[in-house]
């Protein structure tokens, strides 16, 4: 491929001041994951996302969990070879524009901020529910909320933000052990359940879920993991990045799907019928099975876990904004406000475009949301597995990096399933994204190709370039 970068130093001349443009390395393997598991936030996860697969693939939800689980783990497999290579804050788009050219870099960045930008506002309006046991909240209202909390804990040091977010991971930990320990104790059916692909139908009859159904589910499998590419956005800010990223990609997918997966077991078993299996109310399921007093523990811990993983996405957010800035991607004044960092070493006025808007976005009917999500997430995993795939090549088969196994079968097999998987979406979903990738070339086109010389210069701090 044409047009690739080469790793170059960022250019500070043309800063009209002299803030620093380098984010601090202040955090370790245990922070790291920490805050990675944060912004994967299995409890919030467990009961808001996966209530939406439990409506469309009844018992077929774990079996579809597992197996993106897998397809997770040779996209680990890349995010830790290509991380570890390329330590910048852009995480996806950094590392695809290096390995693969800047067009495809900059459709990654788009994704990535489709992603990033809806998702932590749309699971934020969930407080509200969680919390209704105590006191009944406007939902919009109460997302919106969470998002300014968020963007206030954002500007903070990184380092307190871990121990914050390691806090709150703990109890929706908790949350998650509580309801998989319900669910196998009140068991209704055995383990066969989980391949009986069944749903509710209309008339309180069943119905079988097809294959097909299940691929196009994995979509949405992915993204409920996806959370474990936040390490390499905090890659800039890892002590060691060539050794802690890999390390914090591989422990933060292990434990997120052990914390997803065992649960959505749990809840298949348990559920009295398959109608209330794919009902997805699991605050009403873990009240039949203990008492309103536990229902209401586990309700507020996924509260906190919301407000835990709105921190850390806007945390995450904030470091693409910057690193797109110092990366020239935007007009000057556009690219030294997103640059500048704040007292505590965070990039304040990135982090305010990121949480500000989010609480806006509260009050927008965002209904296709998943959809559009997961075929985002989808591609970009495709794109990142082509720039895996090219990661061996020149003076990159030399650089000290973590190496994946079963190197070039991995990223191979990866694109080959993805792929696929693309082609199983509804068309709305892809008309979506298609629609605003189509803008993104027009902007590549018109705006930043013309001034290659100047714009989108993907560069990683000198620290990491050893």
Same mark, same amino acid.
């Given at each position: 491929?044409?047009? @690739? ?5 960022? &250019? ?20 790291? %994951? ?10 919030? @996860? ?5 209530? &939406? ?79 209704? *046991? ?31 977010? /390691? ?7 908790? !949350? ?31 119905? !079988? ?68 299996? @794919? /009902?997805?109310?699991?605050? +009403?399921?873990? %009240? ?29 957010? +904030? ?35 990121? /949480? ?11 209904? @296709? ?18 720039? !895996? ?15 994946? *196994? ?12 993805? !792929? ?47």
């Amino acid at each position: 491929m044409t047009d @690739t970068l080469r790793p170059v130093a960022p &250019d500070v001349t043309e800063a009209p001041d002299s803030s620093p443009r380098t984010l601090k390395r202040s955090i370790g393997v245990v922070g790291g %994951t920490l805050l990675t598991l944060s912004c994967v936030t299995p409890a919030s @996860t467990l009961f808001v996302v996966i209530p &939406d697969l439990f409506g469309s693939l009844g018992t077929a939800t774990a079996l579809t969990i597992a197996i993106g689980s897998l397809l997770c783990i040779a996209v680990a497999f890349c995010y830790s070879e290509l991380g570890t290579l390329i330590p910048s804050a852009g995480g996806e788009y950094a590392m695809v524009s290096t390995m693969a050219g800047r067009l495809a870099g900059w459709l990654v960045f788009v994704m990535s901020l489709l992603v990033v930008m809806i998702v932590p506002p749309v699971i934020a309006i969930g407080t509200a529910d969680y919390l209704a *046991p105590v006191v009944h909240l406007d939902p919009a209202m109460t997302g919106a909320g969470v998002m300014l909390l968020a963007t206030v804990a954002g500007l903070l040091d990184l380092r307190a933000n871990a121990w914050i977010t /390691g806090i709150f991971l703990v109890l929706e930990v908790i !949350a998650a052990g509580v309801v998989a320990l319900l669910g196998f104790t009140h068991s209704q059916r055995g383990l066969g359940s989980l391949t009986s692909m069944q749903v509710g139908g209309s008339g309180g009859h069943t119905d !079988a879920v097809t294959g097909m159904l299940v691929i196009s589910g994995l979509a949405i499998a992915l993204f409920a993991t996806q959370g474990f590419s936040t390490a390499v956005y905090l890659s800039e800010e890892l002590e060691n990045p060539r050794r802690n990223v890999a390390r914090t990609v591989l422990a933060t997918l292990a434990i997120s799907t052990v914390v997803i997966l065992v649960p959505v077991v749990a809840i298949t078993m348990g559920a009295s019928d398959i109608q209330e299996l @794919t /009902g997805g109310d699991i605050s +009403s399921m873990v %009240t039949a099975w203990s008492n309103s007093a536990v229902g209401t523990f586990v309700s507020l811990c996924v509260a906190l876990a919301i407000i835990n993983a709105g921190i850390v996405m806007v945390i995450q957010n +904030s470091r693409v904004l910057f690193a797109s800035a110092r990366d020239k991607a935007w007009p000057e004044p556009v690219n030294n406000g997103l640059s500048k960092l704040g007292r505590f070493g965070s990039p304040w006025v990135a982090t305010l475009l990121v /949480g500000v808007p989010g609480a806006a976005l509260c009050f927008v009917n965002l209904d @296709t949301l998943y959809g559009v999500t997961g075929v985002s997430v989808t591609a970009m995993y495709l794109l990142v597995a082509v720039a !895996a795939l090219l990661a061996r090549r020149g003076h990159h088969k030399h650089t000290p990096a973590w190496r994946m *196994p079963l190197w070039p079968a991995m990223p191979i097999l990866l694109i080959v399933v993805l !792929a696929y998987v693309l082609t199983q979406q509804e068309t709305q979903y892809l008309l979506w994204t298609g629609g605003i990738t189509a803008v993104a070339t027009l902007y590549w086109a018109f705006y930043l190709r013309p001034r290659r010389d100047t714009r989108w210069l993907v560069s990683i701090p000198e620290d990491a370039q050893v």
